[in-house]
């Protein structure tokens, strides 16, 4: 287990995509031109986890806390991803990259929701990466809207409170059915979840970078990767317990 537990490819890689308003200000440019800017380090991370081996790759485009930014900036974001969907999805499409979207899409414009539904079905039978997109996305709403269709079961009889597993409450939340994050990605500086995954990334190897996200390129990519290959994960087991498995659980 030693062995197998470095020199890996992630199989799943977040990325809290940080800096773009920075970025853009560093050049004397308005917020926006720096999420424009944003949008094509998205499309190179794509392409670098396609060449890598990544099978899912989950960006987090808009928090639930975005809201609060000034309503020009939100309505720029809101016209980019919609621009950005009809333009790209094609091509997405023809290298076989499934999409899927997170968040909660009652606070979206129906138009925006709509082109996001039709890129999932166009997409939905890809077997190549797995590119998902988090917008109006925060860990404790993802939380809660398990909870309350847990809650819902209970209350129709339909399960025991006793008898809710880990398995029970993964399957409500956004990302079921995917492995959770081996590796979260946070550019710009900061180290700090923001109210991400907080169910998922609970084993999950950190890498922060104080690279901007508009720089964020190959090379940085492969930065994450390799600092990722040399990290041990031991989900709570000792150094021992990992290079001699037989003891886990002695
Ligand atoms: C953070 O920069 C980025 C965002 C708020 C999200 C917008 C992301 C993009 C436009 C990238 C494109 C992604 C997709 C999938 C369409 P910031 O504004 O917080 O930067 P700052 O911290 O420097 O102000």
């Known amino acids: 287990m030693g062995r197998e537990t470095r020199n890996r490819v992630p199989r799943h890689v977040a990325v809290i995509m940080d800096g773009n308003g920075r970025w853009a200000k560093r050049r004397a440019m308005p917020r926006h031109a720096g999420h424009r800017a944003g949008v094509k380090s998205a499309r190179r991370t794509v392409e670098a986890c396609g060449r890598s081996g990544v099978e899912v790759l989950t960006l987090f485009a808009f928090s639930s806390e975005n809201w609060k930014r000034p309503p020009s900036e939100v309505g720029a974001l809101m016209r980019l991803f919609l621009e950005g969907l009809e333009r790209e999805v094609d091509d997405l499409h023809r290298n076989g990259v499934r999409v899927r979207f997170i968040g909660d899409r009652a606070c979206l414009a129906a138009e925006l929701v709509s082109r996001m539904e039709d890129a999932e079905r166009l997409t939905a039978a890809n077997e190549g990466l ?24 209970v209350a129709a009889g339909r399960l025991e409170a006793a008898a809710i597993s880990e398995a029970d409450f993964a399957s409500r939340l956004q990302l079921h059915g995917l492995p959770d994050p081996d590796l979260l990605i946070r550019t710009g500086g900061e180290t700090r979840i923001s109210n991400f995954l907080l169910w998922n990334l609970a084993y999950t190897e950190c890498y922060f970078t104080p690279c901007l996200w508009p720089d964020f390129d190959e090379r940085e990519f492969a930065a994450a990767l390799s600092s990722f290959a040399g990290a041990e994960r031991r989900y709570g087991l000792t150094p021992d317990q990992i290079e001699t498995p037989g003891l886990a659980g002695a």
Do not use: H, M
């Open 130 to 153: 797995v590119l998902v997109i988090a917008v109006a996305y925060g860990g404790r709403w993802d939380i809660l809207q398990a909870t309350r269709s847990l809650a819902d079961e």
